[in-house]
């Protein structure tokens, strides 16, 4: 028996499906009750079109998320070919605040859909969960973090990032937030080289020893 492939979506209706996931992600992030019928209508296609890409609104609205947390992990892999390790993983941690809270009407249309899919931790997790792992394990190859922190030890010690009021003056109290885990993951790190001070010390004779005469 041979094994059946999806079939993929042509040039069209690929740009259909695209278009009313640009456009519900503006409206959702402006208005957490944006109605499916405003979405079809910006995006230009008939409802017929937007029913056979989104079965209900639940299936939008967490298509958006998952949609936009892959955004957000790809970019991990990005920032490694162009930074340091320590510099990536900080700057990634940037991009997942600005996401959090820039994106709170579409975190509020979340609210009643994901209390039938398990919480919010779950959707958007597997990239989420590769990116901080692809991360970390260039940090500790590097020795910029202590060895043997897993991705879920990371996403519980930034849990607090969810707690800032994004309409509050968020970006000086998530900067803190995220500095103070980034001083808690270098701790107890190994380093890549000792530093040269150090190097220079341990070669120097001591004072007294017959090569300090002989200086």
């Not at 979405?39 to 056979?52: D, E, L, M, N, S």
């Amino acid at each position: 028996m041979q094994e059946e492939k999806s079939t993929p979506l042509r040039p069209d209706a690929q740009r259909n499906r695209e278009r009313i996931l640009e456009v519900a992600l503006a409206e959702l992030t402006r208005s957490a009750d944006a109605p499916v019928s405003v979405i079809a209508k910006k995006a230009c296609v008939g409802q017929g079109t937007f029913y056979r890409n989104f079965p209900n609104r639940e299936a939008l609205v967490l298509e958006v998320y998952r949609y936009e947390m892959q955004q957000v992990a790809d970019t991990a892999a990005q920032l490694l070919l162009t930074r340091d390790p320590d510099r990536a993983l900080r700057e990634w941690m940037d991009r997942l605040a600005q996401f959090a809270m820039a994106k709170a009407g579409l975190a509020e249309a979340l609210r009643t859909t994901v209390s039938r899919h398990g919480g919010l931790a779950r959707l958007g997790h597997g990239p989420v969960t590769r990116a901080v792992t692809l991360l970390l394990d260039a940090n500790e190859k590097a020795g910029a973090i202590r060895s043997g922190l897993t991705a879920e030890d990371f996403l519980l010690a930034i849990a607090g990032l969810w707690q800032i009021d994004p309409h509050s003056d968020w970006p000086p109290r998530a900067a803190r937030l995220l500095d103070l885990v980034m001083d808690g993951l270098r701790a107890g790190a190994s380093g890549r080289d000792r530093p040269a001070q150090d190097e220079g010390a341990a070669d120097a004779p001591e004072p007294g020893s017959p090569q300090d005469r002989r200086a």
